[in-house]
């Protein structure tokens, strides 16, 4: 037989099988003085609120600053970087070059990253302008962190891959003999040409013709016979001095220009020519009337 436990009751209940176990009544008295009172709703503290959430950081142009402006902006920076050089140690294999402030575009991506800390890391304030509790920022701040890394590898394989013995200034585009913006301003693409089937880009017509006109200029032509619809139940497409039109936007008609396309309606059109011509030349029997 079992001894019993102290502090703890065993009722057994009918069946006889089945005990159960609960603390004895001088461990339920005990526990009862040393609990801890349940605060009624007036006194649980209310939640802080953020009255305000901080202004985003502005990012501009250094070319649109004033010379005041921009040497504010540039120390700001200069003591900025020195922070995150020594912060992250930045200085183990030269991760950030000593001649970053001489890459422009490694200017511009630090820049945009101290403004984008500066947003998750500058507490909302509260009415009396005290600092309030940020919720739910840890994810940005980890984002933050993966762009860091990204410019750092970008500032050592893209723009300082060649300074490891010093800076090496990039070569300025118009640096040689040629000058190749001259040349792609001139270097205007042609079209893609459209998929299979699909009308293409229409040009801007002239006022002497071209492969766009006006819905009241298609209906005018349409009134005369000029144009004719490819059927009554498909009056999107019209056949107009050969060559097909089909409606278009903004109350306007547009010329097909993919032959296929425009292989298909002629075909399209000649079956309903065929069509028309076989039931104007169809003549019923006489039975085939009695019976109507």
């Known amino acids: 037989m079992r ?32 609990r801890r009172p349940r605060s009624s709703p007036a006194e649980v503290p209310p939640a802080t609120v953020p009255a305000s959430k901080p202004a985003r950081a502005q990012v501009f142009e250094d070319h649109d600053l004033t010379s005041d402006q921009r ?78 890394r990204n410019v750092l590898r970008a500032a050592t394989t893209d723009y300082a891959v060649r300074c490891r013995a010093g800076h090496k200034p990039p070569t300025p585009l118009t640096s040689g003999d040629e000058d190749p913006h001259q040349e792609w301003a001139q270097a205007i693409p042609e079209p893609l040409r459209s998929p299979a089937g699909t009308p293409a880009p229409p040009e801007p017509a002239s006022h002497g013709g071209g492969l766009r006109v006006s819905h ?53 059109a000649a079956t309903w020519a065929r069509a028309q011509a076989a039931t104007a030349a169809y003549t019923p029997s006489p039975h085939q009337t009695h019976h109507h």
Do not use: F, K
Not at 79 to 84: E, F, G, H, M
């Open 71 to 148: 040497a504010t902006w540039w120390a700001d920076l200069v003591d900025w970087v020195a922070w995150l050089h020594d912060a992250y140690e930045l200085s183990t294999d030269h991760r950030l070059p000593e001649c970053w402030h001489q890459h422009p575009g490694l200017v511009q991506e630090l820049t945009a990253l101290r403004a984008w800390r500066a947003e998750i890391y500058t507490p909302p304030t509260d009415p009396d302008g005290h600092p309030a509790p940020v919720w739910g920022n840890g994810g940005s701040a980890r984002a933050w962190h993966g762009e860091l």
């Open 3 to 34: 001894r019993p436990v102290a502090g703890i009751e065993e009722e057994p209940v009918a069946a006889g099988r089945i005990t159960m176990i609960r603390p004895s009544r001088a461990t339920r008295l005990r526990r009862s003085r040393t």
């Open 216 to 268: 009241q200029h298609m209906r005018a032509l349409l009134a005369a016979g000029q144009a004719q619809a490819l059927c009554p139940h498909i009056p999107g497409y019209v056949h107009h001095d050969g060559t097909w039109w089909v409606a278009g936007p903004e109350q306007t008609w547009l010329a097909v220009t993919d032959p296929a396309l425009a292989e298909h309606l002629d075909a399209a």
